[in-house]
């Protein structure tokens, strides 16, 4: 297995740019997060789903979206990039409510210049 | 609103324990406190997920009291491969995961 992986590992936007954070996991796993992390500081939940065609906002939704079509891919999309979304981005699966066990992916580092 | 607080960072030797508490008020009283190691430029990893009392794994004891408002992570015998980021996460009462600050640990011949 795989477990989850993200694409791109690094990537430069321009202000108002948009573009797609990939996510994959192969473990079957129904629920998958979002999450941003700043320089130094912790982890905050973007979005998450709890299966294929449902998604929920977490803590910092704002400037985001995302689609959940099948229950291995969960993609992040910035619409209009702008500098305060230059953080790292992690995405995350678990197998369901009675788990908290969390598989995270190696991080998208997107700058906003 | 709900909150998870840990100390910034905390010192240590090789070979001694490291207890690091996370206190978390108004989590919700029905779910798990999950804690995560992260290493610089990695995701984070699971280490041990409690509700209540005391759980042991191969790596990592948590100590939840009944009230539930903190909870302590305890390493045994750490070595200077533990040097890391250390998070506790918790659900809110409105069901939304929140992940503590982190707590840097630092660990020293």
């Known amino acids: 297995n795989a477990g989850v992986t993200q694409t791109p590992k690094f990537r430069i936007l321009k202000i108002g740019q948009s573009m797609t954070l990939q996510c994959t996991q192969d473990m079957n796993h129904n629920y998958m997060y979002w999450y941003r992390q700043d320089p130094g500081m912790g982890l905050k939940l973007i979005y998450y789903s709890v299966g294929a065609g449902i998604t929920d906002k977490g803590e910092v939704p704002n400037g985001y979206n995302v689609s959940r079509s099948t229950t291995e891919d969960f993609p992040l999309r910035l619409e209009l990039a702008a500098p305060s979304q230059t953080s790292v981005y992690f995405c995350a699966s678990s197998t369901g409510t009675d788990n908290h066990e969390q598989y995270f992916g190696p991080g998208t580092r997107l700058t906003v210049t | 609103l709900a909150k998870t607080t840990q100390p910034i960072s905390m010192d240590s030797y090789e070979g001694q324990e490291v207890n690091i508490t996370c206190s978390h008020n108004n989590i919700a009283t029905n779910d798990y406190i999950t804690w995560y190691q992260q290493f610089p430029s990695q995701g984070p990893r699971f280490i041990i997920q409690?509700?209540?009392t005391k759980v042991t794994n191969e790596v990592a004891s948590l100590f939840i009291p009944a009230d539930r408002k903190s909870s302590t992570l305890s390493l045994p015998r750490v070595s200077l491969s533990d040097t890391a980021v250390y998070y506790c996460?918790?659900?809110?009462?409105?069901?939304?995961?929140?992940f503590g600050q982190g707590t840097e640990l630092s660990v020293k011949p």
């Open positions: 996460l918790a659900y809110n009462q409105g069901g939304k995961l929140i």
């Open positions: 409690g509700y209540k």
